[in-house]
């Protein structure tokens, strides 16, 4: 029976793993807090995300309130919270 997927060479699995590892972590970062959003998926449906505003290492530093209907939603609001809560410091 023959393969139904493409072979790949050993040249083009390196040449994958090195663009991936030199693309950016997809985090919304200030590099000058050392915060970032994290989404969370803890909540029963229909609202099932939320946002956590967290430090490299530790506990968070602030919790979304609302839930969120989409991973999107909850990402969006996240970010806008980071920056008006560095704006507050």
């Keep these: 029976m023959p ?3 493409p072979r790949y060479e ?3 699995f390196e040449r994958r793993w090195q663009t991936r590892l ?3 972590p997809r985090r919304t970062t200030n590099s000058a807090s050392g915060l970032h959003v994290e989404v969370t998926h803890r909540f ?3 609202n099932r995300y939320g946002w956590e ?3 490299a290492a530790g ?3 602030e919790e979304s309130r609302v839930q969120f209907s989409s ?3 909850a990402s969006q609001a ?3 919270a980071l920056t008006q809560f560095l704006q507050l410091r």
Aim: overall charge neutral; charged content about 25%.
């Design 10 to 12: 050993a040249r083009d």
């Design 78 to 80: 996240g970010k806008l």
């Design 44 to 46: 029963p449906a229909p």
């Design 3 to 5: 393969l139904t997927y």
């Design 71 to 73: 991973w999107e939603e």
């Design 59 to 61: 506990l968070s530093v």
């Design 22 to 24: 030199n693309t950016p």
């Design 53 to 55: 505003l967290r430090p």
